[in-house]
């Protein structure tokens, strides 16, 4: 599956941004779709995941202010950020686990859009 991530941009703090990325396949039984980070000299690092069952998990950073959800009709995950903090300019990237019947898991990586939180 190909990933296809846009949304990204130069916000103020306190502003808000919403992420898209775009899957080249069905989206509804994909087993974890996620968004990851990656802030400069840092390691990547979970920021929200989705499951096929839309069960969520968000990092501790960002509980409250983002919010992951997915479109199954328009194969698109999202990733709705609020109040946004300058601590949360990150490379951000799109994730999908696929598990097959019998098969390993395995991971698919969308590529990054820079998002900048600036004054």
């Known amino acids: 599956v190909q990933l296809q ?5 130069l916000v103020q703090p306190g502003g808000c941004l919403r992420l898209s990325c775009a ?20 390691e990547r ?8 069952s839309r069960s969520r998990n968000y990092a501790d950073a960002v509980k409250g202010r983002f ?5 199954n009709v ?5 990733l709705q950020m609020n109040s946004l ?3 949360d300019t ?5 994730y999908a ?7 390993p898991a395995v991971d698919y990586w969308g590529q990054g859009t820079l998002v900048t939180v600036s004054s």
């Open 5 to 9: 991530a846009c949304g990204g941009g």
């Open 23 to 42: 899957a080249s396949r069905d989206i509804a039984n994909i087993n974890v779709m996620a968004w990851y980070r990656q802030a400069p000299g840092k």
């Open 45 to 52: 690092e979970l920021v929200a995941r989705i499951g096929s």
């Open 67 to 71: 919010t992951i959800s997915k479109d």
């Open 74 to 78: 328009k194969n698109t995950l999202y």
């Open 85 to 87: 903090k300058p601590e």
């Open 90 to 94: 990150a490379v951000y990237y799109c």
């Open 97 to 103: 686990m696929i598990v097959a019947a019998l098969q």
